[in-house]
């Protein structure tokens, strides 16, 4: 029916939703993330092939009005202002980015739109590196007129026809967030400071970098619209979005790796088969298609 599907309007409020929530207090004032990638439906994405470019514009648009609404005194602000407590201002780190893309695992059901956005954690880095949050909001489904509510979940997509193990249950729950590091694996609470199992350390095109393995199994991809890969290197085009998995064996205690490439992985110089699970030792140099290189350390195992 033409009422229950998607528009670009529930589009742009689920982003201005996602901004709300997804807000980090520092010192002298509070950060929102800049940047939102949205997720949808193939039958969606392709719909609105021909007006992404308006909707991530208007997106924009509506992202800067909001924050400048977030910003405008009232008269509790005044009243702060003469005892010297002034509310902290809003702002965003960047310049504005609305990426719209069609969902890489099949799993933001018709008629959805999946907003991710990242944002940097204060406090001190730590062996895990700079710690991040990422929010991901799902739109309600529009079958009773409600175009702008939305819900929030901690993971960065899942279906909603089977929703165990992914987003489609957490995202009818109350707003729960995760670190970056935990987005295999939703929990319920945030996740700042677990012990490490492991960390990647890489040198890219926007500077260096650590990640903290602390779920059981991440992946490694180039940065590129509709990336699913857990971490994502900004490198040549030679590099895959999806490009190798590293997974941790508890009985074990030990770690391997499988190449998902085109172009090859190799660890330490030698060249893994595609496809096939090999052990991987600590420290080693991993070799992505010749172009960039991540150094793999075991962390603190507890």
Sequence with gaps: MEDEKLSGRVVI???????????????????????????????????FEPL???????????????????????????????????????????????RIARDPEGAVPRGRALVISQIALTGDETFEGQRTRRLATLSEPIDRGDASSSATASSNAGPMAEPA?????????????????????PATEEVTRAPALAQLAWE?????????????EVTVGREAQGSSANVRLATLPDVSRLHLRIRYEPDGRSFSIVDLSTLGTTVNGETLTRGETRPLSSPAEIRLAGAITLRFERGILS
């Design 204 to 216: 890219d095109e926007t500077g260096r970098h650590r990640f903290a393995m602390t779920q059981l």
């Design 52 to 98: 992404a470019h308006e909707i991530a514009a208007e997106a924009v648009r509506a992202l800067q009005e909001g924050l400048d609404a977030m910003n405008r005194p009232s008269r509790l602000d005044r009243a702060r202002d003469l005892i010297g407590r002034s509310r902290l201002p809003f702002k965003k780190v960047g310049p504005w980015v609305v």
């Design 165 to 185: 193990r992914t987003l489609g249950e957490a995202a009818q729950q109350t707003p729960v967030v995760l670190a970056e590091a935990s987005e295999a694996e």
């Design 13 to 47: 409020d689920t982003i201005l939703t996602n901004m709300r929530q997804q807000v980090e207090e520092l010192r002298y004032s509070k950060v929102v993330p800049a940047a939102y990638d949205v997720y949808l439906h193939a039958d969606d994405q392709q719909r």
